[in-house]
């Protein structure tokens, strides 16, 4: 069990005179750790396998600024660790069967280990985004979007699957804090595709005791009141109010929200799902926005590229 | 709305002096509804398209005997709607690629809409009766089990897959009460991938929030009596108790198991997984067993295939 981040320190907004009993558990250094402990399984391969690099294609389809952003995340995350990442970028007037015959191509393609189609798609043409997700050749979805590994995943086939990023990342998250999720109950506020609905499995499959709540529950503070551990991935900026977290639990906040600040340069500031100042006076484990769940996603998609490299060389050896 | 099938009556084992205060949920008169509606879909479909009749492929290896009868009553369902349904048995010492190769058969068969692999599988030889559902075309995958079935049902594509037998039966008799799904507290009890999970996926995506307990749960009494709607598939006679149920709660029982019963001709009685004479004093509804949830999976294998035949007629009209 690897160190968290160690008591939290008072943050900006939190009452002058509250006690700030949650621990902190870093995404920050969790990442680093992951990320370093990957750079040497790249090493490792090219012992084995001299000149091999684990091959990322990253296939986007217009120029949206904040897609560009995470894209160069991803790319220097990559370069780092080892992995030979390509940007491909199809212009935003490609057709959808411009797109699916892209990623033919790179399905075909042996340098290429992992595929992920950034999202949301930007063409001025319609393109069905699941069609595009499930185009992904089901051994190379290291975003593990498509249906494929859904179904695995939500069926309790985690061996045999890609996780999706983000919530793989809070699970590395959750294990950091030494708190096991077997027997517990847990709950996950958000049901979609990329986080709600794959943590959601990830913990079942854990054993814990699953509650997913969503836009129509009716009773959500009671609902969160119940979690030993709390997931929220539900896209509104500080929606999970401190009062609600049930005293002692581990609260995982997957929110990313830009709200007005004119104290800051930009105007703005980041804020979770989670009210922070409050939460963090009742979790006994909390993470930050921004430094928490963020940079896991990166690091699990770097993960999931490695794992497929590895599966890559084993079926080489196998054939030969 | 349909009507229910009225008030409960006294069962066997049920405290004499107690008042019975469930309606009883019919799995027999709400089957028998589905299947008299979908006798007169075929009828229409060969109005359109004379001499067409929904093709059903029930695939079986080896001989087990309570799977032959589960075929048998598949077949005579069948028959009576007026879908052409054809066994095909493999000894008991097929291999997996045998099966396989039998699969891919009936997937190129334009006259199967629909293709059932019974399982357990009953062979002398290793098959991963996963690789074997998978096997099936997603098309024709009327139990719902491959993975893209199950992939698309647990990220909320519900019009683009099959519905695995069971749950859908479930929800039509959840339906039948009048109860609607949205915003309530469901539980689930269990997560098999042919009841638990995709009914934790149908619950949620019909907008409940939704809790799933396994094996593992330990408070799985404090659970239950969360519940508005309860639907329990754990396979252990009368597990859950009529005191753990809350009041007025919708009770969906998909247990089928045989208990020492001297006193009756065969030496055991069928009971649920639920504890039938003390649940029905506190639920509003609930299914008996046997003739609740077991009668639904049969014709909602029909439903499946006749939607399935549906889907055939209409690409062929589109590809016309």
């Given at each position: 069990m690897l160190s968290v981040a160690g008591k939290a320190l008072r943050v900006s907004g939190c009452p002058r005179n509250a006690r700030s009993i949650a621990t902190v558990v870093s995404g920050n250094k969790t990442s680093k750790l992951v990320r370093d402990r990957l750079q040497k399984e790249v090493c490792k391969m090219q012992e084995l396998e001299p000149g091999f690099r684990p091959g990322l294609v990253v296939l986007q389809v217009g120029d949206r600024s904040d897609s560009n952003l995470y894209i160069s995340m991803k790319l220097k995350a990559a370069a780092e660790i080892g992995i030979d990442a390509r940007h491909i970028r199809l212009p935003n007037t490609a057709s959808e069967d411009e797109v699916l015959h892209s990623i033919q191509s790179i399905n075909e393609d042996a340098r290429a280990h992992g595929l992920i189609v950034q999202l949301p798609l930007d063409s001025i043409r319609p393109i069905d985004s699941g069609r595009v997700t499930d185009a992904v050749a089901p051994h190379k979805d290291v975003d593990g979007l498509s249906s494929i590994n859904a179904g695995k995943l939500s069926r309790g086939d985690l061996k045999n699957c890609f996780i999706p990023c983000t919530p793989n990342g809070c699970m590395e998250l959750i294990s950091q804090t030494g708190v096991?999720?077997?027997g517990k109950h847990a709950v996950v506020v958000g049901r979609s595709k990329i986080v709600g609905a794959p943590m959601h499995d990830l913990l079942l499959w854990n054993h814990a005791t699953v509650t997913t709540c969503h836009s129509q529950t009716s009773n959500l503070a009671e609902q969160v009141g119940r979690a030993d551990i709390l997931v929220v991935?539900?896209?509104?900026?500080?929606?999970?109010?401190?009062?609600w977290v049930k005293e002692g639990a581990v609260v995982i906040d997957c929110g990313i929200n830009y709200v007005a600040d004119e104290t800051k340069p930009g105007g703005t500031r980041v804020v979770g799902d989670v009210h922070y100042p409050t939460a963090n006076q009742r979790a006994s484990f909390i993470t930050p926005v921004p430094g928490g769940v963020g940079p896991m996603t990166v690091a699990m998609l770097m993960k999931n590229t490695v794992q497929s490299a590895w599966r890559f060389l084993q079926s080489q050896r196998s054939d030969g």
């Open positions: 096991s999720v077997a991935g539900a896209g509104k900026p500080e929606m999970v109010r401190g009062e």
